[in-house]
């Protein structure tokens, strides 16, 4: 096993100074608050993008609220774009809290990126946020003018829960034959079963434990049966083939660390063009740890390292 990388040993620390109640022993209003009470430590200067505006559609429990950022350098119209689902576990997180990644990606392709603050669990059980996140990608195929992107190269991203749904909504659209141009997953849940290996080499003392998984999986699933839906388990799902070509990032010392492997086997054995990228040293949750350590950003810059290798348009702008 590797050596936890300095800035997980340093996140590592200060979550232990905190002396925060586990989340599983509270109620998920309780852990919002903690989570949002801790997230902007862990996080960079916001960076500066060319604009950032709010908007509301109507979505297929309510209006749904939106945050969409135009990158510096980012092509007036018929730009590339990327909606981004944020991690949390279906249960906590919102705009704010990966605020700081969707600025990256949109300075760094440079593209459009579109952020929905999609229905959180318990309140809205399985499959609202799947539900949500799909609203959100048709109507940016649908009506592309007013977010200036070309429709035809929209990408979906995401961490964690965000990578699990942006994972089935990359297998939705290729089932809905609306392909999308990538699919950048950082650490993904793919397996609802928690049964893999890492759950035991991980399952505490690395950030995420198996009980908090247990109890975010808990909360979004609607009961027992769920967990073997592909759109809860995208590695349960019979083939991947056709889906958009993806990058995977993994980090070594997660309880998320063997299905990511998994899922990324998967997709090359089903012919989906594959970059599968470890950081050895490295917890759950490092992407959105700018503030302590130079992976966070690296980990952006080579998910759009692949995008860009996956959509040939990108070098004729």
Known sequence: M??????????????????????ETGTPEQARR??????????????????????????PGGPLNLRVYRGQGAAAADAPSLLYLHGGGWVIGNLDSHDEICRWYANLAPCVVVSPDYRLAPEHKFPAAVEDCRAVLAFM??????????????????DSAGGNLA???????????CPL?????????????????????????FGLTAATMAWFRDHYIRSAADINDWRVSPLKADSLAGAAPAFVAIAGHDILADEGDAYARRLEMDGV?????????????????????????????????????????????
Do not use: C
């Open 181 to 205: 141009t990538a699919q950048l997953l950082f650490y993904p849940n793919t397996d609802a079963d928690q049964t893999a290996d890492s759950y035991r080499r991980f399952g505490e003392g």
């Open 141 to 158: 195929q649908d009506m592309p003018g007013g977010l200036g992107i070309d429709a035809s190269r929209i990408a979906v991203a995401g």
């Open 2 to 23: 590797s050596p936890l990388d300095p800035q997980a040993r340093k996140v590592l620390d200060l979550g232990r100074e905190a002396h925060e109640p586990p989340f």
């Open 34 to 59: 903690a989570y949002n009470n801790g997230f902007r430590g862990l996080q960079g200067e916001r960076e500066p993008v060319a604009s950032v505006r709010e908007q509301t559609i109507a979505g």
């Open 167 to 177: 994972a089935v909504l990359a297998l939705l659209a290729r089932d809905d034959k």
């Open 273 to 317: 063009p594959i970059v599968a990228k470890r950081w050895p040293g490295q917890i759950h949750g490092f992407v959105s740890m700018g503030r302590h350590g130079p992976a966070s950003r690296q980990a952006v810059e080579a998910a759009v390292a692949a995008w860009r290798e996956f959509d040939p348009a990108f070098d004729r702008v």
